[in-house]
């Protein structure tokens, strides 16, 4: 009887042993979840504070890109959102970079006359880049980060 007193007692022990383990880890795993809620917070905060610094360090240094993410021609683009006549005209500006630099001069070529169109991708900035979502632009930066904007 002692031996069957002895293995119950054993047994209880180590399933609070257990309980208290799973308790542990799930308390640990709850504050891992909190700090990442957190950390999510604070990096689309930021995100929002520089999108714009963003946006426009991608047209001097990564126009291809851009363009990509624009036209939602990137692999990893959310199925296509109309911007309409505000996102046309910014792309057409992006397209210009690409072909011709990031300046502000006017280039003749051909016969033909073209320009840059500063105001355009200004007003499609401001008005928070119609026809690229954020989460488009955020899952881009997790896969090409951006060192400094």
């Not at 208290?20 to 689309?44: D, F, H, I, Y």
């Amino acid at each position: 009887m002692k031996k069957v007193m002895t293995i119950k007692r054993h047994k209880k022990n180590s399933l609070d042993a257990i309980v208290r383990r799973e308790m542990v880890r799930r308390s640990k795993q709850e504050e891992e979840n909190r700090l990442k809620l957190e950390g999510n917070a604070l990096m689309l905060e930021g995100f929002q504070k520089n999108k714009a610094e963003i946006l426009y360090y991608l047209l001097r240094e990564r126009p291809h890109d851009l363009l990509e993410l624009i036209t939602g021609m990137w692999i990893n683009s959310s199925p296509f959102k109309d911007g309409g006549i505000v996102r046309t005209r910014a792309r057409i500006h992006i397209m210009f970079v690409i072909e011709f630099g990031y300046g502000e001069e006017v280039i003749k070529l051909d016969g033909k006359v073209y320009g840059p169109s500063w105001d355009a991708f200004h007003q499609w900035v401001e008005e928070g880049n119609p026809g690229l979502p954020d989460q488009d632009l955020m899952l881009y930066l997790e896969h090409c980060p951006v060192d400094k904007v």
